[in-house]
């Protein structure tokens, strides 16, 4: 089984961002983004209807880390790194599989910017080679075309497409499964 057992929040640092632990000064514009429909529209999971939602969630990212569950980061840029702009991260490690599943999300102002993707791949050299992760996995709706071409051009390979199996809201959704390899080792 996978040891992880975090210490203190790693900070990222890139050639235009700064990924950080979340705080509740970041509640604002979390609930800007999780509340946002266009943002929101590919992601199953219900919107923020108030700040004190957005800090809930908050408060779930951040005792997910404390009780070496995952590891999400706030996305800003380093000349702003007090504004949270996205958030990246292994949402659910899977330790007996040596396995993550990684999950993220950018507000629209700075989409098609290479920010998520400098972040993304940011966020997996740090599980492959911090992490020691085997593998790490990606569940998207199959209409992101977006998030599908961003995991293809990080490496990820789809492996999988499961028809109806996500209910939300009174209704079933389809996923696509990508998955990508540990490329800086082949077995433990």
């Known amino acids: 089984m996978l040891d992880i057992n975090f210490q203190e929040f790693p900070v990222i640092n890139t050639t235009q961002l700064i990924l950080r632990q979340f705080s509740h000064t970041d509640a604002d514009k979390v609930f800007e983004l999780r509340s946002n429909e266009a943002i929101m529209r590919f992601?199953?999971?219900?919107?923020?209807?108030?700040?004190?939602?957005?800090?809930?969630?908050?408060?779930?990212?951040?005792?997910?880390?404390?009780?070496?569950?995952?590891?999400?980061?706030?996305?800003?840029?380093?000349?702003?790194?007090?504004i949270f702009i996205g958030s990246v991260g292994f949402w659910r490690i899977i330790k007996e599989h040596h396995r993550a599943e990684i999950g993220y999300m950018l507000h629209a102002d700075y989409w098609g910017k290479g920010i998520i993707k400098e972040a993304t791949e940011a966020t997996i050299e740090y599980g492959f080679k911090q992490l020691n992760f085997h593998s790490i996995e990606a569940h998207i709706d199959p209409e992101n075309i977006a998030s599908g071409k961003l995991l293809e051009k990080t490496g990820f390979t789809k492996e999988a497409f499961h028809k109806d199996n996500f209910y939300f809201e009174g209704k079933f959704y389809d996923t696509e499964i990508y998955s990508l390899i540990n490329p800086y080792h082949s077995s433990l």
């Open 43 to 82: 992601i199953k999971r219900p919107r923020a209807k108030t700040v004190n939602d957005a800090k809930t969630w908050i408060d779930t990212i951040l005792n997910s880390f404390k009780n070496n569950e995952g590891i999400t980061w706030a996305i800003t840029l380093k000349d702003a790194p007090d």
